[in-house]
């Protein structure tokens, strides 16, 4: 059962009155998940963070969705996708569930993009089943190296989970961006819709859970290289060179092993979906064409 208080689900409503694609909501794998759908053109997935929700893509999907036909999930055991008690949330159930998504909403093979913890779902996708995809777009992506934040994240992060307070929250979030507060000044009510729908999330103890489960499954130890290596459709890397969660030595280190275009954003830390939309959305319409190299935006 959702849980989300009134304020949570306020906050929701608030940003899906400003976000122009239409929620639907889909059993996928036993899971009650709620999808963000539409646009125009061939298909593309996006799957978000740790902690976040389709909510945060807010700034990059108006632009995204002139060139794509956009779907974007909030995965198992986030947002307003509570995964019931009676069914187990093991990385197995995550791949069917992508695998089920896919199904039910791209009419062609579409391009998958995974950010943090969503990137190593779709890298570990990818990796099984890279026949259903037309390209692979992993943006400061989990699982290409172990989970070894910088210390002082770490310790920010770890206070947020032990005491979920509108003032750790911003702390944490503040470690994560360059330019917190230009952000929080661009977005205005729209960033009061994201704190307080992420600070309700992080509170619900069925989503608590869930962030611990999809942490073990898929963020906590390095994708063999063998299986990353099998990925057989383009794959392209984009990087915040200041992302405090997962090191940009890992993305580097990826491109040079594999051959896969590296963009890194100057001025970025570990949502540049949120603090440069602009440079992110770029570097996705170069993934589309295969032929590009890497860059620093």
């Not at 729209?190 to 600070?199: E, F, K, M, P, Q």
């Not at 491109?255 to 602009?278: I, S, T």
Request: proline content about 8%; hydrophobic content about 45%; glycine content about 10%.
């Amino acid at each position: 059962m959702n849980r989300t208080s009134t304020v949570g689900a306020g906050a929701r409503q608030r940003l899906l009155a400003q976000i122009p694609l239409t929620e639907h909501h889909r059993d996928l794998a036993g899971v009650p998940t709620a999808v963000l759908e539409g646009g125009e053109g061939p298909p593309m997935v996006i799957l978000h963070g740790l902690g976040q929700t389709s909510l945060g893509w807010i700034r990059v999907i108006p632009d995204l969705m002139s060139s794509w036909t956009l779907v974007v999930p909030d995965l198992p055991g986030q947002g307003a996708s509570e995964v019931p008690r009676d069914v187990p949330l093991t990385a197995g159930r995550v791949m069917e569930w992508l695998a089920e998504l896919i199904t039910a909403t791209c009419p062609a093979p579409p391009v998958l993009v995974g950010h943090n913890l969503g990137g190593a779902v779709a890298a570990r996708f990818a990796s099984a089943h890279g026949d259903r995809l037309a390209a692979l777009v992993l943006v400061d992506a989990f699982g290409l190296g172990p989970f070894r934040p910088k210390p002082r994240f770490a310790v920010t992060a770890a206070t947020y989970q032990m005491h979920t307070t509108a003032r750790s929250r911003d702390r944490m979030l503040g470690r994560c961006m360059v330019d917190y507060d230009g952000v929080r000044d661009d977005l205005g009510e729209r960033w009061d819709g994201i704190a307080d729908y992420v600070l309700d999330r992080a509170r619900t103890p069925a989503v608590r859970s869930g962030n611990r489960t999809l942490m073990k499954e898929f963020a906590l130890f390095a994708i063999p290289p063998a299986d990353l290596a099998a990925i057989p459709v383009p794959t392209t890397l984009v990087w915040g060179r200041h992302d405090p969660e997962t090191r940009l030595r890992y993305g580097e280190d990826a491109a040079v092993r594999f051959g896969w275009p590296l963009h890194v954003l100057d001025d970025c830390g570990a949502d540049a979906h949120l603090e440069h939309p602009d440079a992110l959305v770029a570097a996705l319409r170069a993934a589309s064409h295969p032929a590009h190299g890497g860059s620093r935006s």
